[in-house]
């Protein structure tokens, strides 16, 4: 039997707690050695996360260069290591500093979404990743998912033709449940509700296509419909074309009621593909069907358990950090167009 994976959790807010409740279902390959979490109040609720789960809660070093000095130290060597990974789910702005330090310091790293706030953080952790040789995978759910890598695979095949369009919709109580928090503060999230929760959906269809996007068209409100005034953007409407000349459509809304949910559906020559921005479903309507039918999978525990696979080398990485260059990319066209009240704007 392979060793466990020894790794750190940075960062233990509510969506680090929605991670670990599936993670502690994994002992038989992870043992989260350490935590990373200044905030007491935040290490208390994943305290009882770990209680539920009948696992002894680790220790808690709240910084992380002193969390990594030893996994550092010029002395220690792969068996005396006591760290292998670390996942990083901190807000937006310490992505790009917490990514490189663990890297530095001989970490693989899950990366929560979106990578980086530019597009010049994304070409450095580039770097880093290259200069360190170690794996760097960013977490989104749609790419390491199996229904997305098979939607990516059936698409590459041919056997659904010619890829004509693609619509994809995002919804989610976005705006009223982050009024406030740290997700409202653009110099914290680097944006709103499309670049947040959205953000699943811009990669997933990127995924899907499997091209270049040429040019977009877009336009965002930022709750001025129903009245409000937040700091960014929670709904969006963006046409877009790809280099094929395919046209793409992306759509959130970030102010409905009390949801979170998403449909993205492929339009080909032979066939339409249904699937979700986190690829929780695969389904198929072929020609000369009367409606989609589901395409059978293995059932996944989530992220943690795909990066793991990767790092075992069961199959390439699907979301490398040049995925968090192709965001930042589309994200910045898609804002340039929007300042300028939906003009074209080329995706350099």
Not at 119 to 144: H, P, Q, Y
């Amino acid at each position: 039997m392979a060793e466990r994976v020894r790794m750190a959790v940075i960062g233990c807010g509510r969506m680090a707690r929605n991670h670990l409740r599936t993670i502690l279902k994994q002992t038989d390959t992870t043992e989260v050695t350490v935590l990373c979490e200044p905030c007491p109040a935040q290490l208390e609720e994943t305290a009882q996360v770990f209680a539920e789960a009948g696992v002894e809660l680790p220790p808690n070093e709240p910084d992380l260069e002193k969390l990594l000095a030893e996994t550092r130290s010029s002395d220690a060597t792969e068996s005396t290591r006591r760290l292998d990974a670390a996942f990083i789910i901190t807000p937006h702005n310490l992505h790009y500093s917490q990514a490189r330090l663990c890297l530095e310091a001989g970490l693989d790293v899950l990366l929560e979404k979106p990578m980086v706030m530019s597009a010049s953080e994304a070409r450095s952790l580039m770097e880093a990743r290259d200069a360190t040789g170690k794996l760097l995978v960013v977490s989104f759910n749609g790419s390491l998912s199996p229904e997305i890598r098979e939607s990516v695979r059936l698409l590459r095949s041919g056997e659904l033709g010619k890829l004509l369009s693609i619509s994809a919709t995002i919804w989610q109580s976005w705006g009223p449940g982050t009024t406030g928090k740290w997700r409202q503060d653009p110099v914290i999230s680097g944006g709103g509700f499309l670049f947040d929760t959205g953000a699943h959906m811009l990669n997933t269809v990127a995924d899907l296509a499997g091209e270049e996007f040429v040019e977009v068209a877009a336009w965002m409100d930022n709750g001025k419909i129903l009245g409000y005034n937040r700091p960014v953007e929670t709904l969006a409407a963006v046409i877009a074309r790809l280099e094929s000349g395919a046209m793409v459509t992306f759509h959130g809304c970030g102010e409905t009621v009390r949801s979170c949910a998403s449909d993205i559906r492929v339009f080909c020559s032979d066939a339409i593909l249904r699937t979700g921005a986190w690829g929780q479903f695969l389904e198929l309507q072929r020609q000369g069907e009367p409606d989609f039918v589901a395409v059978p999978l293995n059932p996944s525990l989530g992220a943690w358990e795909q990066f793991l696979a990767v790092r075992n080398g069961e199959f390439p990485n699907p979301c490398p950090p040049e995925v968090g260059l192709r965001m930042a990319r589309l994200y910045d066209a898609i804002k340039a167009s929007a300042s300028q009240n939906g003009a074209r704007v080329r995706c350099e």
